[in-house]
Nanobody, 113 residues
Framework: VQLQASGGGLVQAGDSLRLSCAVS????????TGWFRQAPGKDREFVTS???????TYTDSVKGRFTISRDKAKNTVYLQMNSLKPEDTAVYSC????????WGQGTLVTVSS
């Protein structure tokens, strides 16, 4: 099973980015998946998840700005990030919960003020 995250980059505050997590070896359909992030010098923190039944959960700091979705045909999970803030700067990693929790390698998002 492999998860390939992409879409990170350097943006300015207020900009948008869409992260992708392409999954191979397991279907994203009917499986819980989501994103965590780790800012420099800080612990990894939960960002968002989507359950097997498509229920979504967000950490308070991103509610109303971030949206998680999945494309079952492309077997890919997305994180649409709008109104980015400097405090969103982090390495974003996706995961997939199957028989095991699989992780992608992370993609760096840097938001300048």
């Amino acid at each position: 099973v492999q998860l390939q995250a992409s879409g990170g980059g350097l943006v300015q505050a207020g900009d948008s980015l869409r992260l992708s997590c392409a999954v191979s070896g397991r279907s994203v359909n009917n499986r819980a998946t989501g994103w965590f992030r780790q800012a420099p010098g800080k612990d990894r923190e939960f960002v968002t998840s989507i359950s097997r039944s498509d229920a979504t959960t967000y950490t308070d700091s991103v509610k109303g700005r971030f949206t998680i979705s999945r494309d079952k045909a492309k077997n890919t999970v997305y994180l649409q990030m709008n109104s980015l803030k400097p405090e969103d700067t982090a390495v974003y990693s996706c995961y997939l919960q199957a028989d095991y929790v699989y992780w992608g390698q992370g993609t760096l998002v840097t938001v300048s003020s």
